[in-house]
């Protein structure tokens, strides 16, 4: 019964890719309803702006679902720019999507050594710990991004998504809390409202 809750009832979005910066003028985007981390859509800072049209196109690729060519793209920016870490975390989400898992972390961990400053990476690591059940992983990874970034609200909710998976659920309604009080009107916001109800829900079964 808990494994079935969690796979068909509880929302959870794939982590962060940066496209409102590509020019896509949307603040969320939602449609990626996948076990892992967050989606949430911010603006990318570049070590190299000549690369910022290449992260467009490879941002563009993943939206859409292309993550053969997303990678290729990403790859080329790295080859030109090794230090780039907003590629590398593209790259780490384009073999995310593929299910590259392994691939995916070693990218995560580049963007990360490349800016110790950017939490974004933390999530998509969190991310390949979830796709692996490794919910302590998982959780371990969230916990780092808020650390660096303690207002990264996607960060909170897939942390809380992660006790859920691990029946913590006081800790879970303090993430999804948390999620809310951030940001109480974002989507990111309803589903944190969404899931307190399935967690509050499958506790009071317990009884």
């Known amino acids: 019964m808990y494994y079935k809750m969690n796979k068909y009832n509880l929302i959870a979005y794939v982590f962060v890719i940066f496209i409102s910066s590509c020019g896509i003028d949307k603040d969320y985007v939602s449609s990626q309803k996948i076990d ?30 292309q993550y053969i060519e997303a990678e290729k ?20 989400t384009a073999l995310y999507y593929q299910k590259k898992y392994n691939q995916s972390k070693v990218s995560y961990v580049k963007a990360i050594e490349a800016n110790r400053e950017f939490a974004d990476p933390y999530i998509g690591l969190g991310a390949v710990e979830m796709a692996k059940n490794n919910y302590h992983g998982a959780i ?16 909170y909710y897939a ?21 809310i009080k951030k940001s109480p009107k974002s989507n990111i916001a309803d589903s944190a409202r969404k899931n307190i109800k399935i967690v509050q829900g499958y506790k009071k079964s317990e009884i």
């Open 140 to 155: 371990k990874a969230y916990t780092k991004a808020i650390n660096v970034n303690a207002n990264m609200i996607d960060a």
């Open 36 to 65: 892992g981390g967050v989606m949430i859509l911010k603006k990318a800072h570049f070590h190299d702006k000549n690369n910022a049209e290449k992260n467009k196109v490879g941002s563009s690729y993943i939206l859409n679902k």
């Open 159 to 179: 942390r809380g998504i992660a006790y859920t998976r691990l029946g913590a659920y006081e800790s879970a309604v303090l993430d999804f809390n948390i999620t």
């Open 73 to 92: 793209t990403f790859r080329e920016i790295i080859e030109e720019s090794p230090n780039e870490y907003t590629a590398q975390h593209g790259l780490g």
